[in-house]
């Protein structure tokens, strides 16, 4: 019983990083790991970065998921440095579920 208990005080645990790791997962498939991470520039700006732009717009993921599907436009004004994001060839829901997940950080 007390082995049980035990085993039972990690589901908690469990529950919380199994949607995380997911999204991540999906991230990776996607590709979108490549080019960013959660704490530090990479090729794109990092996860904290993304998040605390769009904290207060309440559009953000249907903005950013239409983004992140048709890449950087030539011509459009970048919005963090010098370098144009490739349309990504993922499903929309994927992205738009990767985009959550960049957004809680
Ligand atoms: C080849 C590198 C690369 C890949 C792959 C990539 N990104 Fe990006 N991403 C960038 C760069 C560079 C920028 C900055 C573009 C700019 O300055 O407007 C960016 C910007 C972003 C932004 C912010 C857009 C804005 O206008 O503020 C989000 C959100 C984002 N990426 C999400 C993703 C997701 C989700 C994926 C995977 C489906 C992904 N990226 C794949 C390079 C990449």
Redesign the pocket.
């Known amino acids: 019983m007390k082995k049980m208990l035990r085993t039972l005080s990690f589901v908690p645990t469990l529950l919380l990083a199994a949607p995380a790791l997911a999204d991540q997962a999906l991230?990776m498939q996607?590709?979108?790991m490549?080019?960013?991470k959660p704490e530090g520039q990479l090729?794109?700006?990092d996860f904290k970065q993304?998040a605390a732009?769009?904290r207060d717009n309440p559009g953000a993921v249907e903005l950013?998921t239409a983004?992140?599907k048709a890449g950087?436009q030539p011509g459009e004004?970048?919005?963090?440095?010098?370098?144009?994001?490739?349309a990504?060839p993922?499903n929309p829901d994927?992205?738009r579920t990767?985009?959550r997940w960049?957004l809680t950080h």
């Not at 004004?77 to 490739?86: E, F, I, R």
């Open positions: 991230a996607n590709g979108c490549g080019c960013h090729v794109g700006p993304i732009r769009y950013l983004k992140v950087s004004p970048l919005n963090w440095g010098q370098v144009m994001m490739p990504s993922g994927d992205i990767v985009i960049m």
